[in-house]
Nanobody, 130 residues
Framework: RVQLVESGGGSVQSGGSLRLSCVAS????????MAWFRQSPGKQREAVAA???????SYTDYVKGRFTISKDNDKKTLYLEMNNLKPEDSAMYYC????????????????????????WGQGTQVTVSS
């Protein structure tokens, strides 16, 4: 059974930093494509960043240069380093794991493409005040 547990969220002032973590269990972490999404009240969940099994990364335009996605396969942990945070970054942040390749896997547009299954964590809240 795949489990994803996020942590590291909190409240910071504009310009501050946070590092989110997502600890995975129940599967071969190094073989999965991983991503971070976020959702604000009243808005659709949106992709933030993704990292493929081979380490290829993709970011959405509004976080490029501020956020960094990384992973530690030995620790089965996904990270999101967030710097120069802005009030519009406030949201619930979710970790996603993609598994079972069904077509040519691609990391593009801050998402993992070409996989059959996705798994989600419960989310961690980030609040940025001006």
């Amino acid at each position: 059974r795949v489990q994803l547990v996020e942590s590291g969220g909190g409240s910071v002032q504009s310009g501050g930093s946070l590092r989110l973590s997502c600890v995975a269990s129940g599967y071969a972490f190094r073989d999965f494509c991983m991503a971070w999404f976020r959702q604000s009240p009243g808005k659709q969940r949106e992709a933030v960043a993704a990292i493929g099994s081979g380490g290829r990364k993709s970011y959405t335009d509004y976080v490029k240069g501020r956020f960094t996605i990384s992973k530690d396969n030995d620790k089965k942990t996904l990270y999101l380093e967030m710097n120069n945070l802005k009030p519009e970054d406030s949201a619930m942040y979710y970790c996603q794991a993609s598994a079972n390749v069904v077509s040519f896997p691609v990391v593009e547009g801050a998402q993992c493409h070409g996989y059959e299954r996705t798994y989600w964590g419960q989310g961690t809240q980030v609040t940025v005040s001006s």
